[in-house]
């Protein structure tokens, strides 16, 4: 009837620009409260969940200035100079979750999941949450959906 789901977030990622990098970790707890009364057992047991996340992510960005010099009446090209900024995030995630559970071959879980919460995002340095960015920003705070499915593996 009920169950608690422990996981650990590892965050890697380029997104479309290739001078941009982020990386993380974070932690993430559910507990769960399958529906049904009694000894109410079915092949997909629906559950609903609370959930905490906590995430650290730290985004690098990596700026390349061509250098160039006029040497005897002609511009050369003598290399680039590279600099990289780093900000840090802390990011507070909770809401609650509808959920389905399949159980293949008694070997793996497979979860499907909706649901929505409340994201709060910091950037290191600054004293309060973040406000008035869009949905996609790292550093968003505010209503969050919440979509996606997790695959488990079964220990006998």
């Known amino acids: 009837k009920k169950s608690i789901y422990l996981a650990g977030i590892g965050t890697y990622g380029s ?4 001078n941009k990098e982020i990386i993380g970790f974070g932690a993430e707890f559910q507990y769960r409260s399958y529906l049904g009364k009694g000894k109410f057992v079915t092949r997909f047991p629906i559950y609903l969940a609370t959930q905490l996340i906590a995430r650290r992510i730290w985004e690098y960005n990596r700026v390349s200035n061509p250098i160039y010099e006029y040497v005897n009446g002609y511009t ?3 290399g680039e100079n590279y600099t990289e900024t780093r900000r840090g995030y802390t990011i507070y995630y909770g809401g609650m979750l509808l959920g ?3 159980v293949v071959n008694q ?3 497979l979860d499907a999941f909706f649901g929505g919460g409340i994201r709060l995002s910091q950037i290191d340095g600054e004293k309060s949450f973040s406000r008035y960015k869009n949905l996609t920003s790292l550093d968003y705070s505010g209503v969050v959906p919440r979509v ?3 695959l488990g593996i079964i220990q006998h």
């Open 107 to 109: 070997i793996f879980t």
């Open 76 to 78: 050369q090209y003598m």
């Open 100 to 102: 389905c559970q399949l």
């Open 148 to 150: 996606g499915f997790v």
């Open 15 to 18: 997104p479309t620009d290739n």
